[in-house]
């Protein structure tokens, strides 16, 4: 199975973005979905993800900003970004979530199978 993303580019602060990934080889309706961004010199930070069942969960830094969405019919995610940071500056990727739990209400999860990635870069 893999995933194949696009959508990302350069913008300017406060401009948006919409990022989407592909699945395909596996039964992609049936797994809950994240949204993984990684900056240069630090670690993955889970962005956003979606259950099968379609609810949703947000880091905070981009709650009110960013927004999921699931098609199940064509396999594919999607991540509208708006009010872009250069804090939001990295490498974004899809990811399968192999597993999930809350550590003091926060959701916490993790994955097995992910994307390439796309770059985004928030920049005047």
């Known amino acids: 199975g893999q995933f194949v993303e696009s959508g990302g580019g350069m913008v300017q602060p406060g401009g948006s973005l919409r990022l989407s990934c592909t699945a395909s080889?596996?039964?992609?309706?049936?797994?809950?979905i994240l949204w993984v961004r990684q900056a240069p010199g630090e670690g993955p930070e889970w962005v956003s993800g979606?259950?099968?069942?379609?609810?949703?969960h947000y880091r905070n830094s981009v709650k009110g900003r960013f927004t999921i969405i699931r098609d199940n019919a064509r396999d594919t995610l999607t991540l509208e970004m708006n009010d872009l940071k250069a804090d939001d500056t990295a490498l974004y990727f899809c990811?399968?979530?192999?597993?999930?739990?809350?550590?003091?209400?926060?959701?916490?999860?993790?994955?097995?199978?992910r994307g390439q990635g796309t770059q985004v870069t928030v920049s005047s």
């Open positions: 990811a399968r979530v192999s597993f999930s739990s809350y550590l003091g209400g926060v959701y916490q999860p993790t994955y097995d199978y």
């Open positions: 979606i259950s099968a069942s379609g609810n949703t």
């Open positions: 080889g596996w039964s992609f309706g049936n797994y809950d």
